[in-house]
């Protein structure tokens, strides 16, 4: 008696450390990639300005310019001199709208780029994400394209 009360916990025990619910991927399929994002979520990280309408490439280079969307909220802004603070909003994959901006008051030699984005910023309300590479467009026909800042 003993001996099948042995066999029958040793039965169970290899039983129950069996894997359960496992299913295997057919050959000619491919696990979905894990690290695809929506735009969404995309959106929020540290941007650096490479083009805006009507400015120079080195005028942009100088700046510096950058763009920090990582709090979902709260945005800030350097375009050269000045820090800049605003309140957006992501709607979907495409939409976003900026509150009005608040800006340090310092005299810099060349405001141009920074108060253009002051006044414009709001205007901006569509956007796309393509890998590394921030689009923002309004219907001037304005565009600021941005790269990740991480990006390598």
């Not at 696990?31 to 490479?50: D, F, G, M, Q």
């Not at 309408?53 to 375009?79: Q, S």
């Not at 509150?99 to 405001?111: E, K, L, N």
Request: glycine residues 2%.
């Amino acid at each position: 008696m003993k001996k099948i009360v042995f066999a029958f916990i040793i039965a169970l025990i290899i039983v129950q450390c069996q894997p359960k619910n496992q299913t295997t991927m057919p050959s000619n399929s491919s696990p979905k990639k894990e690290n695809s994002t929506s735009n969404a979520t995309a959106i929020h990280r540290v941007w650096k300005l490479v083009s805006y309408t009507n400015f120079d490439a080195e005028k942009i280079k100088l700046a510096d310019a950058t763009l920090d969307l990582t709090d979902k909220k709260r945005g800030n802004a350097t375009m050269g001199c000045n820090s800049m603070n605003f309140d957006y909003t992501v709607t979907g994959s495409t939409k976003i709208a900026f509150g009005a901006v608040v800006a340090t008051r310092m005299a810099c030699p060349d405001m141009e780029l920074e108060n253009s984005f002051s006044k414009n910023c709001a205007s901006f309300t569509s956007y796309s994400i393509e890998s590394h590479k921030l689009v923002l467009k309004n219907t001037a026909n304005q565009e600021m394209v941005f790269v990740a800042e991480d990006w390598d």
